[in-house]
């Protein structure tokens, strides 16, 4: 037999053999199928090519190879698909590249995987992938790429993984991994990239990962490594990016460090606990852009730059570099060199000396000079306005003198200006008045003098405006009062002159106002009370007169002081209902009458009234002299009995009179829109209902109340979908357990709550079942109207929640804040707006249900109380029986403790729903316990770790490229903490957190606003 012929043979056997095994492109087709099949099946649309009608080969996403027209190729990334990733996948034994990122898939990575033995690269980043990394993904032994970004996949690094020695690029950031760095992985030598940040692995580096001698990119920030600097990473000279911020890191850095890693472009070691001296070797790096060592121990001078042109970023704020002398700056003169600088930060030093002339000479790149909290002494350098990229300027805590230089202007972009706690002097240029992009201004605590420049009233985004305790004299300008977006106005301790400009109301958003201790006089204005966000007011040590305006509407005011002026009149009752009210001073005016007893000024610490010579009563510990009564004057003749007996009978036969007519005519007008109603308008739904609803017609409705038609459960019942005869739609039908304690209570709290209330965002409540089971048992029922998109908790942890009812994707950004607003514009609808305030007392994801646009609607009202007529006993059965053990983490702590319902508590678990939503933790995670809760957790990341806690699946939901996630997240969290603090007379009404969040939206998302809002 010829050689041909004997390779003819070998392969004709090996087809043969591939074949036996299943090994053809119908089983790449078959594999593919079985994949789609897992995918959501409102997603599955984006695959409608896979089907027996086109070649495999033509498939969306699919390559497949030229020889054996075997799948190769698999790139499905960006797709939104969801469900979960086929065990099929293994099947692809071709495939050479994966890529399932920037999708929904939930689940877990299947193991097999790891049959992919051709595999090079696999991308599963930005899904939600749980369970860990499969140990058997260290089968693919030809793997180049690994990527498995920001998935909550948890666990350890394998260290199996080890075995891939093939591999170039590792990435495991935001995976929620745990443990330490496997030492194996020392042996994947051919490794040029790691990701390890944003995890909660902790730990020394291993010294195995010094044979890592190709590594370009590693990046450790964000957990909880310790020790100190890894010998190891000084022998990977190839780094171009080490970040390690965010740790426990110590010890000092070697001094020849810039000679062993020669070729650094970005470091970033801030939030360490480094010591020593930055090492002097820095300047050997030419290549070097940005330098983050801010936040540690750092000691001694801060070296030269000279030899680094490129420099972009030097960020050292923080430590205690410096030793008070004139040498410390000498090293700014060596960035001058460095025409890319843009952002420069030494505050929080030990830095001394003048400040030198030529930091004016600094890149006009530069967008962040930050030198505060030192020693720095000298002037601002008259040419400061030829830094024209200038975004924030902070000198503030320094010992720097002389005037404001007018080339200040020139900084058009500016946006904060502090130049707080210095000595400077002179006036303030009117030249300030042509940097219209500044939003935060201050000047406090300098020797600054003449009146405040009129153009200040041109930076119409300005937000704070702190210019107190300086020597200002003059009027405030009016044109200030122009500021619509001033959020603090404080001028203190100055001698301004005049009075309180009187359209300070116009100033709507202004949270504090300060002008005390100056010479301000006349009355104050009434428009004062147009400011509802207002609550801190300090008007003392003026010569204000007249009566205090009308601020009954400022019910979210804190701290107001009005002392040593000359106010009379009586003192407004309205402040006994300023429930956040912590402090009233109103000594040393000429108020006269009675004081109030009631509300904060029960308090004596709170209220301070010393120095009104005409005032009387109020409390005890006032030490007020009691008021005088006057009594009725005595009459001369008194009338006879006989007059007195004739007077009462004809009063007594006049008001019978009165009120048998008022009975009959009420009684002919009811009847009478009665007879219109029926007469002139065709029945309503409700009066359908009412008529014809009985528990035969539910049970049929809901097919039994079989468990398919269950669409959710609460502490006294469980909610069905049900097809009711009329209008042939679907409602809603929640079915009490009348065996559960409380139930009655329950059915009766949510009637009563439900029945006169209106509101875009409430479940509405059609009707009521009260009726006879078919054994004879009482039956009750609530009737609602369907929301077809489930409940918040289903949205915000889909994980918990079978596959059939799962969400297909995630809330984007902008949804969650529409659903708080929601939320939170229906519980102050609740609180102030209704014919009586109502307090919901059950608060949570599972009670805020969504439509089909996702508007939500709050519901269960089952704890609910009408504050007006509550019935404490009542309430706290309920809350004992069934309400704590369902909302345990949402309930306000005094609720705990046998504190009456109120609007308080639902603040509280707003706050708590808050949190909730933008961190996708739920407050009984199993993170927290003790005194570590949702609320420290969350009050420890902020403001700079924000990313670090919110829920990853917000990056996954198309937010555009630059959008500031970190600043909006902040603002969004930092409210849920105002609104469920422990004390509840601190906590944030819900009006005003409507007002902050619906500012919040409109200040990300002025291009994305809904329609429907």
Sequence with gaps: MGSMSIFL????????????????????KQALLAFKSQVSEDKRVVLSSWNNSFPLCNWMGVTCGRKHKRVTYLELGGLQLGGEISPSIGNLSFLVYLGLSNNSFGGTIPQEVGNLIRLEYLYMGFNYLGGGIPTSISNCSRLLELDLYMNPLGRGVPSELGSLTNLVSLNFRDNN???????????LTSLTQASFGGNNMEGEIPAEIARLSQMVILELSFNKFSGGIPSAIYNMSSLEYLYMAFNHFSGPLRPDFGILLPNIQDLNMGKNYLTGSIPTTFSN???????????????????????VPILQWLIL???????????????????????????????????????????????????????????????????????????????????????????????????????????????????????????KLYLYNNS????????????????????????????????????????????????????????????????????????????????????????????????????IPDIKRLVGVKRVDLSNNNLSGSIPGYFESFLKLEYLNLSMNNFDGQVPTKGRFQNSTIVLVFGNKNLCGGIKELKLKPCIVQAPPIEAKHPSPVLLRKVAIGVSVGITLLLLVFIVSLRWFRKRKKNQKTNNSAPTTLEIFHEKLSYGDLRNATDGFSLSNIVGSGSFGTVFKALLPIDNKIFAVKVLNMQRHGAMKSFVAECESLKDVRHRNLVKLLTACASIDFQGNEFRALIYEFMPNGSLDMWLHPEEVEEIRRPSRTLTLLERLNIAIDVVTVLDYLHVHCHEPIAHCDLKPGNVLLDDDLTAHVSDFGLARLLLKFDQESFMNQLSSAGVRGTIGYAAPEYGMGGQPSIHGDEYSFGVLLLEMFT???????????????????????????????DVSILHSGLRVGFPVAECLKLVLELGLRCCGDSPINRLAMSEAAKELISIRERFFKARRTARR
């Design 317 to 439: 704020s923080g430590n205690s570099l410096g030793s008070y002398s004139s040498g410390d700056l000498e090293f700014i003169s060596s960035l001058t060199n460095c025409t890319q600088l843009e952002k420069l930060g030494i505050g929080g030093n030990r830095l001394g000396g003048d400040l030198p002339i030529f930091i004016a000479n600094l890149s006009k790149e530069l967008t962040g000079l930050s030198l505060e909290k030192n020693q720095i002494s000298g002037r601002v350098p008259h040419d400061i306005g030829n830094l024209m990229g200038l975004q924030a300027l902070q000198l503030s805590g320094n010992m720097l003198f002389g005037p404001l230089p007018t080339s200040l202007g020139n900084l058009f972009g500016l946006g904060v200006l502090d130049l707080s706690s210095n000595k400077m002097s002179g006036v303030i240029p009117s030249t300030i008045g042509n940097l219209t992009r500044l939003e």
């Design 177 to 187: 991994l745990k443990g330490k760095i496997p030492a194996s992985l020392g042996n």
């Design 448 to 547: 600054f003098e003449g009146t405040i420049p009129p153009s200040l009233g041109n930076c119409s985004d300005l937000l704070y405006l702190e210019i107190g305790y300086n020597k200002l004299n003059g009027s405030i300008p009016t044109k200030v009062m122009q500021l619509s977006q001033l959020l603090t106005f404080s001028m203190p301790s100055n001698s301004i002159t005049g009075t309180l400009p009187k359209d300070v109301g116009r100033l709507e958003k202004l949270v504090r106002l300060s002008v005390s201790d100056n010479k301000l006089a006349g009355e104050l204005s009434q428009t004062l009370g147009n400011c509802l966000s207002l609550e801190e007011i300090y008007l003392q040590g003026n010569s204000f007169d007249g009566k």
């Design 920 to 950: 996708g933790k739920r407050p009984t995670n199993e993170l927290f316990g003790g005194n570590f809760t949702l609320h420290s957790y969350t009050k420890s990341a902020l403001p700079e770790q924000v990313l670090d806690i919110m």
């Design 285 to 307: 790096i030419s290549t070097l852009q940005k330098v983050a060592l801010n936040d540690n121990n750092l000691t001694g001078s801060i070296p030269t730059f000279r030899n």
């Design 9 to 28: 043979l070998l392969a004709f056997n090996g087809l043969m053999l591939l074949e036996a095994h299943g090994f053809t492109d119908e089983s790449d």
